[in-house]
């Protein structure tokens, strides 16, 4: 834990959250600045900033949590967002995902810039990541 960081305090309820589900390695709240009502945070007990830095076991309830609140929010479209980085739009330097309900009041809005590449570029970046995947 980190005891500057917000989500760490809201953890050990230094800070008031509204609690969703907790299990010994998520917590889950409402996100106080929601894309959409029923706007969900769920965050690993584990303090790291990127997904990377967390460990495997800290991550095995993230999907199951995600699923339990998108069914109590009875949305039928959602996204499940994890941002890595201040570029790739992460506020809070403590890993978290969003499950975020969409409907035709709100939710998230991506504008998604496909890039073209050749099929030689394609099988370059992937040899290239397979070599280090192992």
Not at 115 to 120: A, Y
């Amino acid at each position: 834990m980190d005891s500057k960081c917000i989500f760490c305090k809201i953890i050990k309820q230094e800070i008031k959250s509204f609690k969703l589900v907790e299990t010994d390695t998520v917590y889950s709240f409402l996100d106080i600045g929601p894309l959409n009502e029923g706007h969900a945070l769920i965050i690993p007990k584990y303090h790291g900033q990127k997904v990377h830095d967390i460990p495997d076991e800290y991550l095995r309830d993230i999907v199951p949590v995600a699923k339990k609140i998108a069914k109590a929010i009875g949305c039928e479209n959602y996204n499940i967002l994890q941002n890595n980085g201040r570029l790739a739009h992460q506020e809070v330097m403590h890993v978290h995902f969003h499950v975020i309900p969409k409907d035709e009041n709100g939710g998230l809005i991506i504008k998604w810039p496909v890039k073209k590449l050749s099929e030689e570029k394609l099988k370059s970046i992937h040899e290239e990541i397979l070599s280090k995947l192992n």
